[in-house]
């Protein structure tokens, strides 16, 4: 009798675990501006060119100048005149902070506050963190929002993505 009740217990808490798991799924499906505007920020310092599908229209629309290729070409010059790669340009964000505040329900103005560092790749960020090596960099950045087609989009003059 003993070995039902543990089973039945047992097979509980599995189907309690796999119902949470598909509510916490369809719960990080809903898209924020604090979301959009974090995910943009890791991509920005990641030098990921995802980060374009996070711009708005007035960033992206521009087919001459083109602004995420024109980003990453110049971080690419950098890198080279400094005599690395490209790839050591890359810079992990971590400690992300972000406050929200709606002008509007399709304008938002969010607060991002947190810490860069070198990662090279996330092997090498991961390792950096957990023995405390390599500089950190303060980040903290106001970040324009407008909902396009359903998803919040970066606008404006975010971090120094349009600086020639």
């Not at 810079?91 to 505040?101: C, P, V």
Request: proline residues 4%; charged residues 25%; contains cysteine.
């Amino acid at each position: 009798m003993d070995s039902g009740s543990k089973f039945l217990t047992f097979t509980s808490v599995i189907m309690l675990a796999l119902i949470l798991q598909v509510v916490l799924a369809v719960a990080d499906q809903r898209d924020d501006p604090e979301k959009a505007a974090v995910e943009f920020a890791e991509a920005y310092f990641w030098l990921d060119p995802s980060m374009a599908g996070r711009l708005c229209k007035d960033l992206t629309g521009n087919a001459e100048n083109p602004a995420v290729q024109n980003y990453l070409q110049r971080i690419d010059q950098e890198a080279r005149s400094h005599g690395y790669g490209f790839n050591y340009m890359k810079q992990g964000l971590f400690h992300i902070d972000a406050k929200t505040t709606l002008k509007d329900a399709d304008t938002a103005i969010v607060t991002l506050k947190g810490e860069r560092r070198r990662t090279i790749n996330p092997v090498f960020g991961l390792v950096a963190r957990w023995f405390f090596m390599g500089e950190t960099h303060p980040v903290e950045e106001t970040l324009n929002l407008v909902r396009e087609g359903g998803s919040w989009k970066v606008c404006g003059k975010p971090f120094q993505l349009l600086d020639s």
